[in-house]
């Protein structure tokens, strides 16, 4: 079955730690994206991808970074930098960026500190 | 930059009632309207979704209609079963920046047997 793979499904961070979050596709996806979601909230954007080998950021990339190396892959690596990572972290992918395509999600990473 | 709005923010209903969700959203030139609904701990999976060159779209109990002069777009749930309780959220792509969707803030729905 094709999807969105992200792992793990809960996180604990300690202290001046980073790390990183894994999310894979088998949808031959050009687009990829990170979102945050808080308690009750909507989704805000980390960053996103529109093609392998490009990134750019989103409204809120600071304290977070990311890579795009294989079409399938996108981590997401949450820095010391980033105070408040507390979260459900959630991976999108979309077949293309132009247009009108709908963004498929996984089903998400929990993220608390320790 | 686009700018959606979605009201209610909760919305208790009885099982066999409808639900409705309305979104208003800034950018006339916005051609894309997803609807999502996210179930605890999972994320969001799309439920339907409606384009600006039709006004409305239905699939078995679940329905949009587009408003494009008015610029909102609402998602209707008939006959509502316990299984219908989540989050929903709608969704437009700002013309600036079409893969960027603009989300709104989420509907809690709650059908009561």
């Known amino acids: 079955d094709g999807g969105i793979t992200q792992s793990p499904k809960y996180l604990f961070r300690k202290e001046g730690q980073n790390v990183t979050l894994s999310c894979e596709q088998n949808l031959n996806h050009d687009a990829m994206y990170w979102y945050r979601q808080d308690p009750g909230q909507g989704l805000r954007l980390i960053y996103y991808s529109q093609i392998v080998n490009d990134f750019q950021k989103g409204d809120i990339a600071e304290g977070y970074s990311v890579s795009r190396e294989k079409k399938e892959s996108f981590p997401l690596t949450v820095t010391s930098a980033q105070k408040n990572p507390t979260a459900f972290y959630l991976c999108a992918s979309s077949i293309a960026w132009e247009g009108n395509q709908p963004q498929h999600f996984g089903d998400g990473t929990r993220l608390s500190i320790l | 930059g686009e700018n959606v709005e979605q009201h209610p923010s909760t919305l208790s209903v009885q099982e066999g009632d409808s639900a409705v969700i309305k979104c208003t959203y800034s950018d006339s030139a916005s051609n894309y309207f997803p609807w999502y609904k996210q179930e605890l701990g999972k994320g969001p999976q799309l439920i339907i979704d409606?384009?600006?060159?039709?006004g409305e779209k239905k699939d078995q109990r679940i329905a949009v209609t587009l408003n494009k002069t008015a610029k909102h777009f609402s998602l209707h749930i008939t006959e509502t079963q316990p299984e219908d309780s989540a989050v929903y959220f709608c969704a437009a792509n700002p013309t600036d920046s079409w893969g960027k969707f603009q989300f709104g803030a989420g509907t809690q729905v709650v059908v009561t047997p």
């Open positions: 409606i384009r600006s060159n039709v």
